[in-house]
Nanobody, 129 residues
Framework: QVQLVESGGGLVQAGGSLRLSCAAS????????????MGWFRQAPGKEREFVGA????????NYADSVKGRFTISRNNANNTVYLQMNSLKPEDTAVYYC??????????????????WGQGTQVTVSS
């Protein structure tokens, strides 16, 4: 059973930075290829779950929502099955619960949360003005 655990959330002032981590465990030879894409989503109170960005573990290519481009960066460390979300120049509107997800969606559907098979429990990010 693949499990994802996020960490690194917290309270930060506007303009500050945070780095979130997502550690995957329970990967086997059979399941390893099924989690080739690692995505980050976020959900603010009363709003829909929103795509933040995603990265392909095998090739390293990534994609981001327009709202975070130039401010957020996703990277991965395949040796320890961890994906990171570096968030810079944070804004109050970035406040949300951030979720890590894993699956194998085609690149055209990376932003569709239903395409992901595994989810972490979420970590709260609060940006004060």
């Amino acid at each position: 059973q693949v499990q994802l655990v996020e960490s690194g959330g917290g309270l930060v002032q506007a303009g500050g930075s945070l780095r979130l981590s997502c550690a995957a465990s329970g990967l086997t030879l059979r399941t390893y290829s099924t989690v080739d894409v690692m995505g980050w989503f976020r959900q603010a109170p009363g709003k829909e779950r929103e795509f933040v960005g995603a990265i392909r573990r095998s090739g390293g290519n990534s994609n981001y929502a327009d709202s975070v481009k130039g401010r957020f960066t996703i990277s991965r460390n395949n040796a320890n099955n961890t994906v990171y979300l570096q968030m810079n120049s944070l804004k109050p509107e970035d406040t949300a619960v951030y979720y890590c997800a894993a699956g194998r969606p085609p690149s055209s559907r990376w932003a569709t949360y239903l395409e992901y098979d595994y989810w972490g429990q979420g970590t709260q990010v609060t940006v004060s003005s």
